[in-house]
């Protein structure tokens, strides 16, 4: 009998469930867990890079975002777009994201929901919380700590701030990660337009695909595979 060239393959549960655990504990979520095939939604992270808000034309601002998502493998494949929330003169951060309307719910990267539709994106006031939970993980992965200060020009409606959008002299700020009310994107603060800030990157529409199987799913298969290759042997 001919001798196989492949090494047997012992496999335990407790490996495969390690394997799994290291693995995702080390990378971004892409899909939430609970999603059905083809349920529609979004995902927001906070850049860990930063910039100036001196530039008052939107497509500096979304190449900027959009050049930090292409920092990570897992956001490439998803084969999206990406757009700043921001606000410039009269395109608001509404109108740059596709964010009018009820839509869709969005997530951060780490599988929580930060609001269930858009409406209750711009739907917070500093009298009240509006999201579900509050953007702070980046395109690495990283938790966002301490709070740090994101450019927006946008007033909680999703409105230009008239007067400090992106561009102006002083445009609004927001922090994250901070409370659930509008300070998120407005915390009535302004700063001089030089300053280095972090951003916010809102996804396109993503269409969740069939969840992947449980551990003992991939444990049987990799199994079957193991005992191919014995019999092959």
Same mark, same amino acid.
Request: glycine share 10%; net charge neutral.
């Given at each position: ?17 390690a394997? /799994?655990?290291?693995?995702?504990? $080390? ?18 992270f ?11 034309v939107?497509? !500096?601002? =979304?190449? /900027? ?5 292409d920092?990570a ?8 777009t990406?757009?700043?929330?921001a606000?410039?003169? /009269? ?12 839509? /869709?719910?969005?997530?951060?990267? =780490? @599988? ?16 009240? @919380?509006?999201?579900?939970s509050?953007? $702070? ?12 200060g994101?450019?927006?020009g946008?007033?909680p409606?999703?409105a ?9 002299l ?7 990660? @901070?409370?659930? =009310? ?10 001089? =337009?030089? !300053?280095?800030?972090?951003?916010? $990157?809102?996804?396109?529409?993503? !269409?969740?695909a ?22 092959? $042997?």
């Amino acid at each position: 009998m001919k001798e196989s060239t492949l090494p047997i393959v012992r496999i335990t549960l407790a490996g495969v469930l390690a394997l /799994f655990v290291t693995s995702a504990s $080390a990378q971004i979520i892409t899909q939430p867990v609970g999603l059905t095939h083809g349920e529609k939604y979004r995902l927001i992270f906070v850049t860990d890079g930063t910039t100036n808000a001196e530039s008052g034309v939107i497509s !500096t601002y =979304n190449t /900027f975002v959009t050049n930090q998502a292409d920092t990570a493998k897992a956001l490439v494949a998803l084969d999206t777009t990406w757009s700043a929330i921001a606000s410039v003169g /009269f395109l608001s951060a509404i109108d740059n994201t596709g964010t009018g309307g009820t839509g /869709f719910p969005i997530y951060g990267l =780490n @599988g929580s929901l930060i609001a269930a539709s858009y409406s209750q994106l711009w739907s917070g006031s500093l009298a009240s @919380g509006s999201l579900a939970s509050v953007p $702070a993980i980046t395109e690495s992965g990283k938790v966002v700590t301490p709070p740090r200060g994101v450019w927006t020009g946008t007033l909680p409606s999703g409105a230009s701030s008239d007067g400090h959008t992106m561009g102006d002299l002083s445009p609004v700020s927001g922090f994250a990660p @901070g409370p659930t =009310n509008s300070e998120w994107v407005d915390s009535e603060d302004t700063r001089r =337009n030089t !300053t280095q800030l972090s951003m916010y $990157a809102i996804s396109g529409v993503l !269409t969740a695909a069939p969840e992947p199987g449980s551990a003992a799913l991939l444990l049987t298969g990799l199994l079957a595979l193991a005992a191919r290759r014995r019999r092959s $042997a």
